[in-house]
């Protein structure tokens, strides 16, 4: 079962006192350098070094420590970080040393080995916690939109087999938890006590180490999509289309025909490309919320309460289902969201693929200007999401067409039993 080298022979609490209180490391955040700002060390073996509550790899640690407990995985193995430089630039921007503009992530965190390799050189567990790649897309959708003339192939961006090139970075959250505070509106210890008890106290650290101002959330991450030059995301000069999507797996990986989520990101692409093949650029951010940051589990719940109600499934009641089983309509508070964007040195959308009125909100108050708003189109919608559709719009959601004024009309089909 393993090399007993890995194995500690007493637990060493980072909470307890004398534990490596005074930081080696300490974080300043909105700094104007990664080097001033200071790296941020979440998985080590010596605890005087991390200066961060939790672990690198947000959900994934616990495989991690299944790897280590298994003996598959040496626990003090560093990582080989060669030859993993980002694939393109990305910044720096103004807002990286604005500590109330970006609190979500670490502006600087896919520089990390290049800004500290002597001190990963000397041994410091310091990781990346964003990865800058090229890759391709391959949607069927896409080689439809291709053979049915609604794309052009133009061999750079979309290629003659029909994929489509694109930069992409794969974004972990790093939180600041003052500026998280900050951003609610609500007290620093407040925010702690309840991250603390609300995660059956995984992390003491939380309550008991006010000198850790960064907290590695163990959710998803994040994904961005660029399509066209990098560069153009950021031009003012340069017109940019966007779509900020949040995770919808039964959707968009499996095509369910309940709601509009693959349609409308397949719709978002598509546009994306557009915009980069006049000479701009197109922005894809797909955040890891699923089920409205509610989970997959109460998703399917909710399913099952709004399809065998009295009546079958009504926008009328569409949100209020929601709100039975979980006890609140919408958990993905869109306040953090626009952290990506101005990571991307983003100052204004000029065509934004949304109907949210919570996404549109939380971008222009946070000072991005957002120019034209697309609704999906109406022959992308399956029958049974026309309910989504509409309760959306009586909430408030953008529509050209405006909000339905008779909900009660609106049903889809009920669950087969």
Known sequence: MGDPVNRKTHIRLTSHPGSGNKLRFPLHWGA???????????????????????????????????????GALNPIKRPDLTNTAPTHQIGPFPAWSDPKRIVSLDPWGHVASEAFSDLIAEGVDIRPTIAVTR??????????????????????????????????AAIEPVWYLPGIAERFGVEETRLRRVLFEQTGGM???????????????????????????????ADPNRRLTCRVHDECNGSDVFGSDICTCRPYLVHGIEECIREAQ??????????????????????????????????????????????????VQDARFQELMPDTLHWLGIKTIDRFVSMSNMKYDAIVNSGI????????????????????????????????????????????RKLDD
Do not use: W
């Open 369 to 412: 200007t957002i120019g034209e708003r697309v609704s999906i189109p109406d022959d992308l919608i399956p029958a049974d999401a026309m309910v989504e559709i509409e309760a959306k719009k009586a909430a408030g959601y953008y529509s050209e067409s405006g909000a339905s004024q008779d909900l009660s009309s609106v049903h889809g």
């Open 278 to 327: 006049a000479g701009g650029a197109g922005l894809i951010v797909y955040n890891r919320k699923e089920g409205r940051a509610l989970g997959e589990v109460t998703k399917f719940l909710v399913y099952n309460a709004r399809k065998r109600q009295v009546g079958g499934d009504t926008a009328s009641e569409y949100f209020e289902r929601t709100e039975c089983v979980a006890g």
């Open 203 to 233: 992390f003491p650290e939380l309550v008991t180490r006010p000198d850790l101002l960064a907290f590695l959330p163990p959710i998803g991450s994040i994904t961005v999509y660029v399509f066209g030059d990098p560069d153009a995301v």
């Open 135 to 168: 890759a391709h897309l391959t949607l069927h959708e896409l080689k439809d939109a291709v053979r049915l003339g609604r794309l052009e192939v133009d061999g750079k961006i979309v290629l003659p087999s029909g994929d489509v090139s694109v930069t992409k």
């Open 32 to 70: 104007p350098d990664a080097r001033s700002r200071g790296p941020v060390v979440g998985t080590v073996t010596e605890t005087a070094d991390r200066n961060a509550i939790g672990t690198h790899g947000g959900s994934y640690s616990l495989y991690r420590a299944l790897a280590v407990t298994s």
